[in-house]
C-alpha cells in the first residue's frame, strides 16, 4: 500500500511560526517534485496571508543547511520553515549549572556548567581560557520577565555551533572553542549560553569570543520566548534584516 504522505511536502515549523499557523508540520499536496525555496514561500505567503510578514523574512533549510530564495530544493528533502533567530544572551555573570560531558558543541536541555565547558578547551600550550555566561535577566525595556523558554531545531543548530568553531579556527589559529546552549525553560539568574574559548594570548580568546556569540545571534536556529507578567512574545533577530547566510565582519575589517 502506497504511503498517501509520500507524494506531500513536509515542512517542519519552529517557535513563533509553529505558533501563529497552529502547527508544527505542513503537509502540502504540490505536484511538483522541485521547488525554489522563495516560491515556496511564495505559496505559503498566499495560502497564509495573515502571516506574510513573517513568511517573508523567514529562511528554508534544507537537509539541516539554510537555502536562499533562489536554491531548487526537492520534495524528498528534510525541510524546515525558520523564523529569524534569538539565540544567546548579552548579559555576562558567574551563574553556575550543570552539563553534559563529551561534545564541544551542544543544545541541552539540562542546567549549564560552566567549568565543564571551559573544561573542553585547555590547552597546555595555552595561556589565555575564558568563558563567556548569557543569563536570563529580571527586566527588558521596563518590563518584568518570569522566565524565558528557548527552542531549537536540534541538530542544524549543533551543526551551525560546528561551523562557528572551525571558523573561529581559521581566523585565528590554534584557538579552540566549546559552546552549550540550553533550551527549555530557563529562569531568572540561569544560565542559557556558555561560550568557552582557549587560545595563546589573551586577545584571541577575547575577540574569538565575541565573535562566536555575535555569529550563534545571527546563524544558529534558536528561538527564545520572553515570558512576562502580563503575556509572552517570541524575539526575533535583533540586528536588523536577517540573512543567516551573510559574512560577519572580524576584526581587522576582514569578513567570514
Known amino acids: ?20 499557523l497552529g502547527t508544527r508540520s ?14 515556496i514561500k511564495q505559496r505559503l505567503a498566499a495560502q497564509f496571508p495573515e502571516h506574510s510578514d513573517v513568511l517573508s523574512i523567514s529562511f528554508m533549510a534544507q537537509n539541516q543547511a539554510y537555502a536562499h530564495d533562489e536554491t531548487i530544493v526537492n520534495r524528498t528533502d528534510e525541510l524546515a520553515l525558520l523564523p529569524p533567530v534569538s539565540g544567546g544572551s548579552d548579559v555576562p555573570t558567574n551563574a553556575e549549572g550543570t552539563l553534559a560531558e563529551g561534545k564541544r558543541y551542544a543544545i541541552t536541555e539540562s542546567p549549564l556548567v560552566i567549568d565543564g565547558v571551559i573544561s573542553k578547551v585547555y590547552h597546555p600550550d595555552h595561556g589565555a581560557a575564558i568563558a563567556f555566561v548569557g543569563t536570563t535577566r529580571e527586566w527588558t525595556a521596563g518590563k518584568r520577565t518570569v522566565t524565558l523558554e528557548y527552542e531549537a531545531y536540534v541538530p542544524m543548530a549543533e551543526s551551525a555551533l560546528s561551523q562557528i568553531g572551525e571558523e573561529i579556527s581559521a581566523h585565528w589559529p590554534g584557538t579552540l572553542c566549546a559552546i552549550s546552549h540550553r533550551i527549555g525553560n530557563v529562569g531568572i539568574g540561569e544560565a542559557s549560553v556558555v561560550i568557552a574559548v582557549s587560545s595563546a594570548h589573551r586577545a584571541d580568546a577575547y575577540e574569538a569570543s565575541r565573535y562566536a556569540i555575535e555569529r ?30 551573510a559574512s560577519l565582519e572580524l576584526p581587522g575589517g576582514e569578513a567570514k
Open 1 to 20: 500500500m502506497t504511503n498517501s504522505n509520500e507524494n506531500q511536502w513536509k515542512i517542519s515549523l519552529f517557535a513563533g511560526l509553529a505558533e501563529r
Open 216 to 245: 550563534l545571534k545571527q546563524k544558529v536556529p534558536i528561538w527564545k520566548k520572553e515570558i512576562y507578567e502580563d503575556g509572552t512574545e517570541w524575539k526575533g533577530h535583533q540586528l536588523g534584516p536577517w540573512d543567516p547566510t
Open 26 to 39: 505542513l503537509l502540502l499536496s504540490w505536484e511538483e517534485e522541485q521547488l525554489r525555496a522563495g516560491m
